[in-house]
């Protein structure tokens, strides 16, 4: 089956900084790339999503990136505000939701 | 947010205890979601329903028991379980369970074992 590595498993920044989240995957044949935000106490949500025929995607102040050859994916966010701490989880699903495989997660802090 | 809600928000129970959790789901998907999250681990996928046929079972133990009465309303019925089992359980639903698609999270449900 699929693994999903996350590193770090946490990451400090300050305000207004960049900060960079890594996964990688073990399937080559994961197609399907999502990212998700889960703040202290609260559900994840979905934030933004990749999948392999594309090798680039940005949302405002998030974009992801992917690799195909070298199976791995990450996670860009710059101007980095307090609101964005939470942790991050990345997930990598070669067809179909039920297919998800999630990395173990990265708290990120914001220091104001 | 209310698209996919969760009751109890909190539940402790002991070993011998019975106890169900229920999920519900108001945005008109067909695909509905068990996981566990416990402290440092992945999510951990534990059933699938897709139009109300459970379609993955990822060999989770007897004494966690889903049900699913229709698209909109998923239940996890728990017997016997082991302080091991306490973890926040998620629920989530999307459009259809075959398509890579977006699930939605339900607030989940922090259980304690004792």
């Known amino acids: 089956g699929e693994n999903v590595e996350q590193h770090p498993s946490t990451l400090s920044v300050q305000e207004g900084d960049s900060a960079v989240i890594k996964c990688t995957y073990s399937?080559?044949?994961?197609?399907?790339f999502p990212w998700y935000k889960q703040e202290l106490g609260k559900r994840p949500q979905l934030i933004i999503d990749i999948r392999s025929n594309v090798g680039e995607k940005k949302d405002q102040r998030i974009a992801v990136t992917l690799n195909k050859t070298a199976k791995h994916f990450s996670l860009h966010i710059t101007e980095t505000q307090p609101e964005d701490s939470a942790v991050y989880f990345c997930?990598?699903?070669?067809?179909?939701?039920?297919?998800?495989?999630f990395g173990t997660g990265t708290r990120l802090t914001v220091i104001p | 947010e209310t698209g996919v809600t969760q009751t109890p928000r909190h539940l402790v129970m002991g070993m011998t205890n019975k106890k169900s959790l229920k999920c519900e789901q108001h945005?008109?998907?067909?695909?509905m979601y068990w996981y566990k999250q416990s402290a440092k681990k992945p999510l951990e996928l534990m059933f699938v329903y897709n139009f109300k046929e459970q379609t993955e079972n990822n060999s989770v133990p007897s004494r966690f028991s889903p049900e699913c009465p229709n698209s909109s309303h998923l239940f996890l019925h728990l017997h016997t379980l082991q302080p091991e089992d306490s973890a926040l359980y998620l629920c989530?639903?999307?459009?259809?369970?075959?398509?890579?698609?977006?699930?939605?999270f339900g607030p989940g449900t922090r259980l304690l074992v004792l």
């Open positions: 997930a990598a699903s070669r067809g179909g939701a039920n297919n998800l495989f």
């Open positions: 399937d080559s044949a994961s197609n399907y």
């Open positions: 989530a639903s999307s459009q259809d369970g075959t398509l890579q698609e977006t699930q939605y």
């Open positions: 945005l008109g998907h067909n695909a």
